[in-house]
């Protein structure tokens, strides 16, 4: 059983860069030709694709938070990480890691993190 | 980006009940359409992926169907632990977007 968790600062200042890790478990991260997502969900808001990332380190950005954004992978442990730069109150949300993503059009995210509240305040 | 948008926002409903969720997208996804239940402080569990498909271990009075714009998410017979909120999710675009949720309350 795949599971997923993140990790990294609940509070991070405004213009600071927000770094999350996700932790996979019960699973090789570079096996079974799967994709790994961030996804965020605002405060009593829906859910928002951040961006996905392949074992070889191959990444796909959602284009309105692209320029700000850095998602990389470390096979030997098994995670993947989240940068988002330049941060602001907007960004406040649970951030959540999920297996999914890759082009060709299956991509459901099965596999999910607990998740974990990022705030964004001096 | 694909917009999705479902309907109606909320909805009330008694134990038993058939309830129908419907998810439109904003421009032909074929079925690369996939549904998610959400209960407070939890993540999202899918349960129907490719518009149709039953994800594992998902009890069988889940049933997507639709294809191109228009989906469906139906319950057969609500159970109380089917009360909680329901998004669909767009993948035929790489972007990926999710439509705005359906909270199902219990009446």
């Known amino acids: 059983q795949v599971q997923l968790q993140e990790s990294g600062p609940g509070l991070v200042k405004p213009s600071q860069t927000l770094s999350l890790t996700c932790t996979v478990s019960?699973?090789?991260?570079?096996?079974?030709?799967?994709?790994w997502s961030w996804i965020r969900q605002h405060p009593g808001k829906g859910l928002e694709w951040i961006a996905y990332i392949y074992y070889s380190g191959s990444t796909y950005y959602n284009p309105s938070l692209k320029s700000r954004l850095t998602v990389s992978v470390d096979t030997s442990k098994n995670q993947f990480s989240l940068k988002l730069s330049s941060v602001t109150a907007a960004d406040t949300a649970v951030y959540y890691c999920?297996?999914?993503?890759?082009?060709?059009?299956?991509?459901?995210?099965?596999?999910w993190g607990q998740g974990t509240l990022v705030t964004v305040s001096s | 980006d694909i917009q999705m948008t479902q309907s109606p926002s909320s909805l009330s409903a008694s134990v038993g009940d058939r309830v129908t969720i419907t998810c439109r997208a904003s421009q032909s996804i074929r079925s690369y359409l996939n549904w998610y239940q959400q209960k407070p402080g939890k993540a999202p569990k899918l349960l129907i992926y490719a518009a149709s498909s039953l994800q594992s271990g998902v009890p069988s009075r889940f049933s997507g169907s639709g294809s191109g714009t228009d989906f469906t998410l139906t319950v057969s017979s609500l159970q109380p632990e089917d009360f909680a909120t329901y998004y669909c999710?767009?993948?035929?675009?790489?972007?990926?977007?999710f439509g705005q949720g359906t909270k199902l309350e219990i009446k």
């Open positions: 999920a297996r999914g993503g890759g082009g060709g059009g299956a991509a459901a995210f099965d596999y």
């Open positions: 019960g699973g090789s991260i570079s096996s079974g030709g799967s994709y």
């Open positions: 999710q767009q993948s035929y675009s790489n972007s990926y977007t």
